[in-house]
């Protein structure tokens, strides 16, 4: 049985599948710049055997620059894009990379969005249920919580 991992390596190298193949190159191109670089970094795309890089507005002439001698110093090291961390980028041939600013902002999605107004319940019991517990620890702490409850059900009463 093959895996979903088997199945894709195997169709990324079929010419109507060369997208694939492409965006793991590129992953793997700007795995190789800074971290703190990289956040800024929008998306990349190949495009005529020119690799093109959105960045944010954020990044000034020298990361630009950085990121250009970067991408190009791996592209034009044989001895590194050979090795097995850059399979993908084998059969790609990428002759300029080209870095465009973007001024838009990063858009960034929220996962969870709290709730800003604090909701509040009324307490509705009454403490009036009879306790059947054997263990005497438990019942005398289970005691004191239904004499909390009706204390404060008389007092709210």
């Known amino acids: 049985m093959k895996t979903t991992q088997d199945i894709l390596t195997s169709i990324q190298h079929k010419p109507q599948f060369k997208k694939i193949l492409h965006h793991k190159c590129i992953n793997k191109l700007l795995s190789t710049i800074l971290p703190a670089i990289r956040r800024n970094i929008k998306h ?3 495009n005529k055997n020119v690799f093109y890089i959105i960045i ?3 990044l000034n002439k020298y990361d630009k620059d950085n990121i250009i001698k970067t991408i190009k110093g791996v592209l034009n090291s044989p001895m590194i894009l050979k090795s097995e961390r850059f399979l993908e980028c084998d059969e790609i041939n990428i002759e300029d990379v080209i870095v465009y600013i973007d001024h838009k902002p990063k858009m960034a999605t929220d996962l969870h969005i709290t709730c800003t107004h604090k909701i509040t319940y009324t307490e509705r019991a009454s403490g009036d249920i009879k306790i059947d517990i054997k263990d005497e620890k438990l019942h005398a702490l ?3 919580i ?3 409850i009706k204390k ?5 009463s």
């Not at 404060?152 to 709210?156: G, I, K, L």
Request: a negative charge; aromatic letters at 6%; zero cysteines.
């Open 44 to 46: 990349g795309y190949i």
């Open 56 to 58: 944010t507005a954020a």
């Open 142 to 144: 289970a005691q004191d």
């Open 146 to 148: 239904q004499e909390i």
């Open 152 to 156: 404060e059900h008389n007092e709210s």
